[in-house]
Nanobody
């Protein structure tokens, strides 16, 4: 029904930038909310940012506010997470998460982001 495909992770030096992409490859349903969580080793998974389709509002966690931006892509069921001024503490596995009223809640497989010198 829904298949979330993530891309854009990798290694970057502190201060660098990465852009994560998440797309529903099947695009059968319309999402109500799509966003990104992250989980660092030994820590709980936390919400980083999300986008609500109905009113086009965004949420960005305080820990990344001013550095990360979430936006909706022109393709159906696609969102991007632009990450600037990356810090070592941003190192984590980033997971795309999406809620579809007609299909439920789905997770991507995760993409590793490593920030180190």
């Amino acid at each position: 029904q829904v298949q979330l495909m993530e891309s854009g992770g990798g290694w970057v030096q502190p201060g660098g930038s990465l852009r994560l992409s998440c797309a529903d490859s099947r695009s059968i349903f319309n999402f109500a909310r799509m966003g990104w969580y992250r989980q660092a080793p030994g820590k709980e998974r936390e919400l980083v940012a999300d986008f609500t389709s109905a009113d086009r509002t965004t949420y960005v966690a305080d820990s990344v506010k001013g550095r990360f931006t979430i936006s909706r892509g022109s393709a159906k069921n696609t969102v991007y997470l632009q990450m600037n001024s990356l810090k070592p503490e941003d190192t984590a596995v980033y997971y795309c998460n999406a809620y579809f009223p007609s299909a439920g809640l789905f997770w991507g497989q995760g993409t590793q982001v490593t920030v180190s010198s």
